[in-house]
Structures are given as C-alpha cells and as structure tokens.
C-alpha cells in the first residue's frame, strides 16, 4: 500500500473492530517486539491540556539533548501529527514503514485467533514501532480517553504520570461526576511511581487517595506555586517557585491563561526527575519557543483559532480573552452531535460579549446540524445569530463583522479547529 491507501485503511478501522482489553494490547506490544522496552516513559492523562504538557514535556527534554519520541491525539490536519520524533511529525516514508511492519505483525495475530486492533491501538502500535526504531530514550505518551483502559495504559512500567486538568466529558464512558472521572484518569498511576497533579481541585482527593494506595509519590502544584506577571494577546510571562525555593521567570509564546498549569504541570514533573537540575536556562529558552497549534492561535492577524470543545475548555477559554485588551468580538462556532454543547454555548454568551454569533458546520458526520447550534445561541443572547454551514465563507463573514481592530475567535471543537488551519493552509498572508 502507498501512503493514502494506508491512511484509508487506519480511517477504515472503526467499521470493523471496536476496543481491544488491555491484555489484548500488551499482546500485540509482545508481538511488535516490545518497543516499549528500556524507553523512559512519562504518561499524561486529564481531560485538558494532555497536549500541551506532551509539547511542553518534549521541548524541554530535547533542550537537555535528550532524543525523544511523543504520541499525541488527534491530529489536526495531517495523521503524521500523532507521532513526533526529535520534535519532527513522523515523515511519510516512516510512517508507512510503521504500517506495513503492523500490518504484517496483525496478520500474524489473526492467524492465531487474536482480534484486530482498534484505530486508536493501530496508531499506538505504530507509535511505539517507530519510536524503537528512532532508538529514542524518552517517550511521552498522551493517552486517548479516560486512562484507566486507555490502550496506553497497556505501558506497565513508566517513570512518570501527569494528570492534567479534569472537568465534565465524555460522561457516557467515563461517569457522570468529576470524581468517577477523576479515577478513570487516575487509572494510570502504577506501584512507587510518582504523579504530578494540580492541588486544591475538587478532584484531589481522588488522585491522592489511588497515589497513596500504590504508595506512589504524589507532587501537587499548589495555587501559590505560580503567579501571572503579564499576559497579553500574543504571550504570557510567570513565574514559579523551584525546589530550591528560587524565583524563576517563564513566558509562554501563547495567550491562552490555563497554559500556565500546563506548563507548571511539566516544570513539575521534570523538576522531579532531574532533582540536580538548577540552571533553568535551557527550559525557559524551550518553553518560550513553543507554538501549539489550535490553543489559542492566532492563525492569521486578528483571527484565532482554540480547541475549546467541553465546559471546562471553555471556561479556560473566557478567562484568557477577559485577560486581553478590550476589543470588537465575533464568535465563530461549531460542534459535533455527541458533545454537551448547549452547556458550551450557555456559558459562552453568559460571560463573554460578542458583537456576532457565526454558526458553521464541521465536515464531519459527527458534526452537529448550524441550525441547531444556533437555536441554542438564540435563546441565551441578542446579538446577532449568523447561519453559514460553508465554513470559508463563514470565516470571511466573521472577518468581514470584526472590521479593523476586532478579533474573531472561532471554538467549540478541534475538527473545526484543524478544518479553519487546512483551509489557511499554515500560511500567515492568507486574506479572506
């Protein structure tokens, strides 16, 4: 197969084969040839920021010349996206070599009577293959969903977890209250291994409590352990507290407020695993020089692009554009079917003013009906309310209701978010 037809084939995969035990993905680790083996793992879980931490985690490793791999989902634009060797997306020569080497390890488990793997375990395999044939020593993992029976989860012996930030979603799977999922994402804490997690949370508690029962060392980031200095539309400078109880000063090449835990939630993690570490010059450098793609990016002057796609994300969200200078706002929105999106779009009018609601349509078959979406707007607003299911004209009518100096802000999932950057294509001079 060439590069499209495997590409075709992964997307295939939810037609015909569901979610596989945890003991069904360590036998397909066992048959890819535990790739796994003497990597220097680190797990991150949560419902949000996994990706910024992996990124975060990743610059600051390869500043210390460390060679690293990293496993992130989903992608925005292009499938390479998920797996980062050296800071690079996998090329698309390796990537099919990645394929055909699990194609062919999966024909030889159905020949015994083992079940194929899921698209999300296929990819995972795939991970792993490349990242031993890269030879990397650090793999950063993000898991898929939940954690507790996240294919990821298949890993026994990591050197670190992170849970990020956890708030309501995927209810259906996970539970119907934060600490129900809190444990799904706690899952991932394995025997004497350390955890890294926000203190203060209501939360807590419940990765304290799996911690303390594993006897795993639990790190929690106080709120006093970090302070905003500035924050404006283009970066965010802080500072921390080290284990040396010194004053470090950070900046984030982003605007978006909530990276500040992200941040501090890999600052942690690594502080704890190179304790000799005081110089923090190298990871300041690294950090500062971080773009995320689809967090609070400005794609294109004045229109920014956030993955905001459940309550807690979007409350993030509100609070970063409430840190930014006063101007014109223009809401561009859309979402998929199986999300609770009238909490979103509630909250969103209830504590941000926009001049104009744009209501798109992902082109996706999870994608929710504009129509919809913007019966729920109506209810909570009176400004004006714009059906456009063509999302290039959506975006141009968004550009066109900001004028000069406005912004618009376009969320509500990352489907649209990695549409809006295929469709600028990565260029800065695209007009619309």
Known sequence: ?????????????????????????REFLVRLGNPEKNKKIIHVAGTNGKGSVCAYLQAMLLADGKKT????????????????????EISDEKFLKAFHFVMDTIKEMKKDGIAHPSYFEFLFGM??????EADVEYIILETGLGGRLDATNSIQHPIMTVITSITLDHTDILGDTIEKIAAEKAGIIKEGIPVVCMGDREYTHVIEKRAEKLHSPCIKISKNAYEIIESTDKYIDFFSVNAYDKYVTWK???S??????????????????????????????????VVWQGRMEEIMPGIVVDGAHNIGAVEAFVKSVKQMKDTKNVILFSSVSDKDYEKMIQYLCLHMKAECYIITEIPDTRGEEPEQLAEVFRKYVKSEVIVEPDLLKALSCAVEKKGEEGK?????????????????GGRKDVKF
Request: with cysteine; aromatic share 10%.
């Open 1 to 25: 197969m060439n590069k499209v037809q495997a590409e075709a084939y992964i997307a295939d995969l939810p037609k015909f084969t569901t979610k596989n035990s945890l003991e069904h993905t």
């Open 69 to 88: 791999g990293m496993f992130i989902s989903p992608h925005l634009e292009k499938i390479n996206e998920r797996i980062v060797i050296q800071g690079e």
């Open 127 to 132: 991970g792993m293959y490349a990242f031993s």
């Open 252 to 254: 984030l090449h982003n």
């Open 256 to 289: 978006g407020v909530y990276q500040v835990e992200n941040a501090m939630l890999a600052i942690k993690a690594l502080e704890y695993l190179f304790p000799e570490k005081e110089d923090m010059s190298l990871w300041r450098r690294a950090l500062a020089n």
């Open 408 to 424: 618009v802000y376009c969320l509500g999932s990352l489907y649209l978010a990695g549409k809006l950057k295929e469709l600028q």
